[in-house]
């Protein structure tokens, strides 16, 4: 009896990115999509395999994993956003290091931090999932 090996796959539920899908990809092809909060199971002949997960739309992925799988095994892997909630603060601290700040106009260093912030910000809304992670990770079984 030739029994298949599994990978199972749980998206950490995070607000950074959550309308964004990931892909999966086995083997250098895309074995399915993972919305945010959900787990899904590939199953796979045993042997080596490599695994990495990529936003739907954009060039950032994770780093490749390789794992070696025996008939039966089920290997649970973790993938999320690496970003946290700090990314949603920044549309609110940009203006206020701009508009209140004592320094005003006539200190060009708050202009170049109000610089920053909005280009982290822009960069932020752009793409949403600056770097996406995939670890191996215990799944709830069941």
Known sequence: MNE???IRVKRK???TGSLSKFKIIIDGSLAGKIKDGETSEYRV???????YVK??????RSRIL????????????DCGNRNGFWIVLIPVLAPLIRFYSPAGK???YMYYL????TALYLAASVIPSFFVY????????G
């Open 4 to 6: 298949n090996a599994v």
């Open 13 to 15: 539920s995070q607000y």
């Open 45 to 51: 002949v045993p042997g080596r395999h490599t695994v």
């Open 55 to 60: 936003l739907s739309w954009d060039w950032t």
């Open 66 to 77: 390789t794992l070696d799988l025996e008939p039966g095994q089920v290997v649970d892997l």
């Open 106 to 108: 006539e200190n060009a």
């Open 114 to 117: 109000f610089g920053l912030a």
């Open 134 to 141: 995939l670890k191996k990770g215990r799944c709830p079984q």
